[in-house]
């Protein structure tokens, strides 16, 4: 039987399948119907999530516009990091866009297994770099790169997003106008 | 006396004395004068600095146009964590503000540390996930608030950046023009 969850972990750490039992036994399994909200503003994130099925956004609201920070797939883990590490309030909304099935890990039996084992603790931060490098990656794609080229680098990075995520939303991730994004598609389609 | 490595690397866990020995132990002193790079762009960052003196700029050029990513001051670790954890070559150049005094701990000794202590494996996932927390901090920040705001969170969070660091690098910082940092602050003094 394949199993997503071991798949993904082994990518990073030869688990034994005693170890990969013991992770498993602290996992709930939880549902998130399409617009139901896994955080809002101002909770404190107390959990991770695999997520097994569906797809979320993490976004912002600024003067009641919405700022899209990142879409997540099936088959990887996510939190709200700034306020999963502080347990403090939460600047975001992370809402599915899909019918979600997800496995979610609490704060504190998280911090249970990095204290019961040195591969937790290993994976834990073989993820935190994971996201350093995602994020720097992305900072310096908004500081560099004009809008037509994120717009490349994401058709090429993560295909998923042009198949199920509505063009408006993808327009407030790139940080442009629906418009403009049309523009774009158009003049690439010549 | 007074031994800021160990006091910065105590806030974050309780090391013990004969711990911070064998931290030590790994560390090469090492100068960078002002002018002077730790690391080029295409470069393999090897090493983690711990900055005792002194002042770095990290940046990258686009179309000649240099984009200044973070400055780092003393009391603080610094590497260039995208190409030191993959091992691959940086995007970036880091170069000295000021005359730098460091300690150097090198990738593969980093790597040795922790294999061989619980308490190292900790700190290296605080420090990745204390980086998670800032960049996006700052990457939120450049998504949301116009240049004014940024600016005010700068003077406020990091005052030594406005004693030290000459005013077109705050601009590019900022990523604005240093015409429009001296209408900013033009306003703000009246």
């Known amino acids: 039987m394949i199993d997503p969850l071991a798949l993904y972990m082994r990518r990073f750490l030869n688990f034994s399948d005693e170890e990969l039992l013991r992770f498993k036994q602290f996992l709930k399994p939880t549902e998130i119907k399409k ?3 896994f955080l809002q503003e101002g909770a404190i994130c107390q959990n991770v999530l695999f997520i097994e099925e569906g797809l ?8 009641d516009k919405e700022i899209i920070r990142q879409f997540i ?10 306020s999963f590490l502080a347990q403090k309030p939460s600047f975001y909304f ?10 979610a890990l609490h704060y504190k039996d998280l911090n249970a297994l990095y204290d019961s084992s ?10 935190a770099e994971n ?3 995602h994020v720097g990656h992305r900072y310096m794609s908004i ?14 990075e993560r295909p998923k997003v042009l ?7 993808i327009a407030s991730y790139l940080g442009i106008t629906p418009e403009a994004l049309s523009r774009i598609r158009k003049n690439m389609a010549s």
Chains 1, 2 share one sequence.
């Open 35 to 37: 617009g139901e909200y």
């Open 131 to 133: 996201v350093v490098q």
């Open 163 to 169: 198949q199920r995520v509505p063009q408006y939303m």
């Open 94 to 103: 992370v809402e599915a866009l899909e019918d979600c099935k997800a496995l």
């Open 56 to 63: 979320l956004r993490i976004y912002h609201l600024h003067n």
């Open 143 to 156: 500081l560099r790169d004009d809008a037509t080229t994120r717009y490349n680098n994401l058709i090429k």
């Open 73 to 82: 797939f099936e088959n990887s883990f996510f939190t709200e990091y700034e």
């Open 118 to 127: 040195i591969n937790f603790l290993r994976f834990g931060k073989m993820m």
